[in-house]
């Protein structure tokens, strides 16, 4: 059963700072890769952020790299991002999940986490 669990949002102000939780179910963390994704109102998700298990290789969007950092712990099956200077384009619905995901279905994702970010 896929277990995601996010937390850490609220709402910040332009250059300011959020730190994102989320634990997953071993099923899912043992995945080599974990990532954060996102979903703007009236838009797609996107994948911004992911890293292998072994932490050796992480990858980011265009549009957060330099701004935001991926870690994870794995005796505590968390991952966590890590958001500086955060800009008003950031607001959304984050969600952590395996890279690739199982589906698009709502059963193999989180509720997400909400963050907004205003100008």
């Known amino acids: 059963q896929v277990q995601l669990v996010e937390s850490g949002g609220g709402l910040v102000q332009a250059g300011g700072s959020l730190r994102l939780s989320c634990v997953a179910s071993a099923s899912i963390f043992s995945r080599d890769r974990m990532g954060w994704y996102r979903q703007a109102p009236g838009k797609q998700r996107e994948l911004v952020a992911h890293?292998?298990?072994?932490?050796?290789?992480?990858n980011y969007a265009d549009a957060v790299k330099g701004r935001f950092t991926i870690s994870r712990d794995n005796t505590a099956n968390t991952v966590y991002l890590q958001m500086n200077n955060l800009k008003p384009e950031d607001t959304a619905v984050y969600y952590c999940?395996?890279?690739?995901?199982?589906?698009?279905?709502?059963?193999?994702w989180g509720k997400g986490t909400l963050v907004t970010v205003s100008s």
């Open positions: 890293m292998t298990r072994s932490g050796v290789l992480t």
């Open positions: 999940n395996q890279v690739p995901p199982l589906g698009p279905d709502s059963q193999y």
